[in-house]
């Protein structure tokens, strides 16, 4: 155990880099998947089948095939036809895409969840399209996607450990490097499984306060506790509104 | 009886309808309907529900969309045009410069929920008509005192009852300057005590201003006092107008007896 905790300190400056690139991928591809997520989520509402059509195919291929297959077939694959990235940038294209196909379900269903007079009282008002969503929809659809995307941006931290096989040394490598150097299977996974809870929860955090925030602006924000905000619990009400949300 | 037009003098009507059709599925709403209404005039139309009453006014929002006929605001064809003998819909970017001089007050008010009092009337004046923000609150300002909600500026639409968010939502439409304004049912959502207030400042905009008013209400007193014309509806068809005193004390038509009746007692 001493020996293993000698191993583990020496190793917490490359657990510093690793966590770099574990966050690098995960906020990248968050970045990715929402900017796609809003694309694809307001295309496959639109009444115009030449968007709707390859909106809903993008969706269901990228829901549809495995994740570790299309972070291969990037890196692999797309190389044959000329197209070849640094690794980091296939892990967050990757993870862009994959999540973003799950993220425009829920753009999608939140989006529908505003009532339709919303749109109504802005077409009276004769604002644009872009206008009407920009600044009456989505504040309102956002409120209640945040939980939604929350789940998603968890699973994508999750999903970012699979850029180790493609060379990357992120936190899923660095795990696997302390447990060659030392040999303690248990102790290093059990290390490993605790780096990812931390940023999990650091992330769920920051989703929570901005949930508040987006709730607060629409006039019913639940005055938070200190609970609230750093609980692993939403803040109170966001089960009814998940629940009528479209799930992911 | 198909056709129906302006009473008042001359000159290109505020609103016209041409040979309407509107269904929804199988069902007719409304039936190559004809209608015309004046500038400044304030025509409220009535009839039992499904009458058609208020997808007329949907259609002049651009809510629904007509399936035939051509409707026309101070004589611009606004959502659809014949091309040669193509009906084809106008597309939305000249729909616009037209929907600029039509407001609209719904039953649910449709305020926004994300914005302040001040913020729902300025929003559109300042993004839709390019006014200064200064002058755009300057504006709300001033109509929100007339609706007598100037004290509620700053506050969320959630914390006011029905009769302020309607009221709020009146001063909403006003803040576009509109050529006209539809009213929806804007008291059906409201508890009886509150009607009053509402319809007191809908009355002091009628005297006040010269706006093209169409209302679709179910308060008879409240269209006998402000409006100067009244439609009767019946299955999509103008079975009868009038001015509201001969409308509500001598109705010719059967069916507007028959209704007038059930809501008058």
Redo the contacts between chains.
């Keep these: 155990m001493s020996d293993f905790l000698q191993t583990l300190t020496s190793r917490l400056p490359s657990l510093g880099d690793a966590i770099l690139v574990t966050l690098e991928l995960t906020l990248g591809g968050a970045v990715l998947a929402m900017a796609l997520a809003l694309l694809l989520g307001f295309g496959a509402r639109t009444r115009s089948l030449w968007v709707r059509g390859p909106s809903r195919v993008f969706i269901e291929f990228f829901r549809g095939t495995s994740l570790v297959v299309q972070i291969f077939w990037i890196f692999y694959v797309l190389p044959v036809f000329g197209f070849k990235m640094e690794a980091l940038a296939v892990g967050i294209v990757a993870l862009g895409l994959n999540f973003g196909a799950y993220g425009a379900e829920v753009v999608r269903g939140s989006v529908a969840s505003v009532p339709a007079s919303q749109w109504e009282a802005t077409i009276a008002l004769n604002m644009s399209w872009f206008h009407r969503v920009r600044r009456v929809i989505f504040p309102q659809a956002w409120a209640l996607m945040i939980p939604m995307l929350t789940n998603l941006l968890i699973q994508l931290l999750k999903g970012s450990a699979l850029a180790y096989y493609i060379t990357l040394h992120d936190v899923n490598f660095w795990t696997t490097q302390l447990r060659r150097a030392t040999s303690e299977t248990v102790y290093s996974f059990t290390a490993g499984l605790l780096v990812y809870f931390v940023i999990a929860y650091l992330l769920t955090w920051g989703m929570n306060a901005l949930e508040e925030r987006a709730k607060r602006r629409l006039g019913r924000g639940t005055r938070p506790s200190l609970r609230d905000v750093v609980g692993l619990r939403p803040a109170v009400g966001t089960a009814a509104i998940t629940g009528r949300g479209t799930a992911a | 009886m198909t056709s129906s037009t302006s009473t008042a003098q001359g000159g290109v009507p505020a609103i016209e309808f041409k040979d309407v059709v509107k269904r929804f599925g199988d069902n007719v709403v409304l039936d190559q309907l004809n209608f015309s209404v004046a500038k400044g005039d304030r025509v409220t139309l009535i009839g039992p529900s499904g009458s058609g009453k208020t997808t007329i006014l949907r259609l002049l929002?651009?809510?629904e969309e007509a399936n035939g006929g051509l409707i026309l605001i101070d004589g611009d064809p606004y959502t659809h045009e014949y091309k040669g003998d193509r009906w084809v819909e106008i597309p939305?970017k000249r729909r616009?410069v037209v929907?600029?001089r039509?407001?609209?007050v719904?039953q649910?008010f449709?305020?926004?929920?994300?914005m302040t009092v001040l913020e729902n009337i300025i929003?559109?004046p300042v993004?839709?008509l390019g006014l200064k923000k200064a002058d755009a609150v300057a504006r709300a300002e001033q109509l929100l005192e007339q609706v007598g909600m100037s004290e509620k500026r700053d506050f969320?639409?959630?914390?006011l009852s029905g009769g302020q968010q309607q009221r709020v939502a009146i001063a909403?439409?006003l803040a576009?300057d509109p050529e006209i304004l539809l009213l929806d049912e804007v008291t059906s959502a409201l508890d009886p005590e509150i009607v009053a207030d509402v319809l007191g400042v809908l009355r002091e905009i009628a005297e006040t201003t010269d706006i093209t008013m169409l209302l679709v209400t179910h308060e008879m007193q409240f269209a006998r006092e402000v409006s100067n014309r009244v439609l009767m509806f019946d299955k999509g068809q103008i079975v009868e107008e009038a001015d509201p005193e001969t409308m509500f004390t001598h109705p010719k038509h059967e069916r507007t007896q028959e209704f007038l009746k059930a809501v008058l007692g």
């Design positions: 929002m651009t809510l939305e616009r929907r600029n039509v407001g609209m719904f649910q449709n305020l926004f929920p994300n929003e559109a993004n839709v969320k639409t959630n914390q909403r439409a576009m």
